[in-house]
């Protein structure tokens, strides 16, 4: 999308100015559309016209959300235009022309109703965040992070650039940490002599020209113009073939699909997972996938959600790794969040009659897989799907815990495809529990991944995948999951209006949805990077 909300191919990455231009050189080229970037500064007189600058710099309409009106007008006056102020004061605060009176902070889910309610009625291109330190005074990290990522995915979704601001002298360290890994990018005001710098932690995705720039520098220079790179790509976004660069030079370009959006890991088979922003793509799949599982001592199979009459409660439980897993190291132990709230790790000993207790049955942890194993799935009474009111027995890959693919692909052409057909259903990505999301053109074909079969894909600068066959979907997506409600309508649309194709080996697959794909060649993937058809 570009800033106008009109869309863009997506063999070039948009930009949209930081509102200085030493520092789009510095990012060469500005903030990548629909990211969001935390700035990590001390109070003082840099945040408010850093944050200011880069809401002004766009000729379309911007919101900031702060949390007094003094914040408000030192920002947005009569004289900037463009700009609107959400202020989340616990006292009144009048309206005004720029000013649009908040509730507070007290209540998470209410601030998000407030920006949500002020996003629709501004439609802003660009939201200033003034108000993180706060939050995360009140309500300390893990709320924080919850109610940050719901936020974050919103702004996302709409193509809005963000721009927030912590101040890390007011929290802990893994606090600080706990928030700012939720960003797409870090930028951090540090002390400097004779004057303080502006320094670039690190961007998803993005190639630093400079890591620091003064801010004498930043103070100095004008607002931004779209560089000569961005003029002339501007209008040749979506083709492929032979480009000029900036420097007057051509290269090549492949046919790009898309970008991720979302990263996803699930440490034990059919429980909760990780939202990541990069992995490690391995010949294996993402490093960590499923490399855990429960294994039913009383039938010898592995516990599955696609049994929801056994294993409906798997999708209660939460899995993440105590440790990033390392490449070469044996895999760190997972923590476990149980249903009532309680959690355990993979190396306590109380581990399995925790879990068993649970379940009604026993069962063990395995934290190897078998060369044989297999799991059973429930086939509900509904018309498009291979059987009906029956449980088979399904074959796993030998030595894993995949039920065919090792990396799931989807695209957000069809999860919004799948919402216009069945409106009232929740077509959210955690249904469909893929590791790699990709963001396609507002124009893409409604299940364009299928078009992908039998091709090699690119991701990031290494990674190379090999997409081998559709993905047909089960009773899981009906399940329901934390705040998501059961819905048989989920799959019953899925069944009925997908398409039904042909996979060799396994005939005609029905209710498809994504792509299942092998993994070539392995590398370092991103939030960001660009999915290209090699």
């Known amino acids: 999308m570009t800033e106008t909300g009109k869309p863009i191919g997506a063999s070039i990455r948009a930009r949209v ?68 102020s959400l202020v989340c004061s616990d006292k009144h605060v009048s309206p005004a022309s720029s000013v649009i009176p908040g509730r507070g902070i007290g209540n998470l889910t209410d601030l998000n109703i407030q920006i949500n309610e002020a996003i629709a009625s501004t439609q802003p291109r660009r939201v200033g965040l003034d108000i993180l330190s706060d939050v995360l005074l009140r309500h300390k990290a893990l709320q924080t992070r919850k109610w940050l990522t719901e936020l974050l995915e919103k702004l996302r979704s709409k193509s809005i650039t963000t721009l927030a601001t912590i101040n890390p002298h007011m929290h802990g360290g893994e606090e600080v940490q706990a928030v700012t890994g939720l960003f797409d990018g870090s930028l951090e005001i540090v002390d400097g002599k004779p004057t303080n710098l502006m320094q670039i932690k690190w961007m998803h995705g993005l190639e630093i020209v400079q890591k620091e720039v003064s801010l004498a520098d930043l103070r100095s220079s004008d607002i931004a113009e779209p560089t000569q790179e961005q003029r002339i790509f501007a209008p040749l976004a979506g083709r492929t073939g032979r480009m000029p660069t900036s420097g007057g030079e051509v290269r090549t370009e492949s ?9 996803l890991r699930y440490p ?25 599982a429960l294994f039913d001592q009383s039938t010898g199979k592995i516990a599955s959600a696609k049994n929801p ?26 923590r476990i969040t149980l249903p009532d709230g309680s959690s355990v790790t993979s190396s306590q000993a109380e581990l399995e009659s925790m879990l068993s207790k ?44 995949f039920d065919f693919g090792i990396v799931h692909l989807v695209t957000t052409s069809t999860l919004n495809r799948l919402r216009e057909l069945y409106p009232q259903g929740r ?31 690119s991701i990031g600068e290494q990674a190379r995948l090999k997409v081998i ?66």
């Open 309 to 334: 009459l056994k294993w409906a409660k798997l999708f209660d439980f939460h899995a993440a790794f105590i440790e990033p897993p390392l490449l070469g190291s044996p895999m760190p132990p997972v």
């Open 255 to 263: 046919v790009v699909l898309g970008t991720v959006t979302s990263l």
């Open 17 to 84: 100015s930081t509102g200085y231009g030493r520092l789009d050189e510095a990012l060469n080229g500005g903030f990548v559309t629909g990211s969001a970037v935390v700035l990590a500064a001390p109070t003082g007189n840099e945040v408010p016209l850093l944050i200011g600058n880069f809401l002004r710099a766009a000729q379309n309409p911007a919101l900031l959300v702060c949390r007094t009106l003094s914040s408000s007008q030192i920002i947005t006056n009569e004289r900037v235009r463009n700009v609107k």
């Open 427 to 457: 077509f959210e990505v955690r249904r469909f529990r893929p590791n790699i999301v990709i963001e396609t053109a507002s124009s893409a074909n409604a299940f364009v991944e299928n078009e992908w079969i039998g091709r090699t894909l």
């Open 358 to 401: 649970v379940f009604g049955r026993e069962v063990r942890f395995a934290a190897a897989a078998l060369e044989k194993a297999s799991f059973e799935e429930y086939w509900p009474d509904m018309e498009g799907l291979a059987y009906r009111e029956t449980v088979t027995d399904e074959a796993m890959p030998p030595n894993s815990f």
């Open 268 to 292: 034990v088979k059919s429980m909760m997972g990780e939202e990541l922003n990069a992995a490690q793509l391995t010949e294996q799949g993402l490093l960590g996938d499923r490399v855990y």
């Open 469 to 534: 066959a559709p993905c047909p979907r089960c009773v899981m997506t009906t399940l329901a999951q934390a705040d998501l409600p059961k819905d048989p309508g989920i799959l019953r649309t899925v069944a009925l209006h997908t398409p039904r194709i042909e996979a060799e080996g396994f005939g005609v697959l029905s209710a498809n949805v994504g792509i299942y794909a092998d993994v070539p060649r392995g590398g370092t993937i991103r939030r960001g990077d660009l999915l290209r058809m090699e």
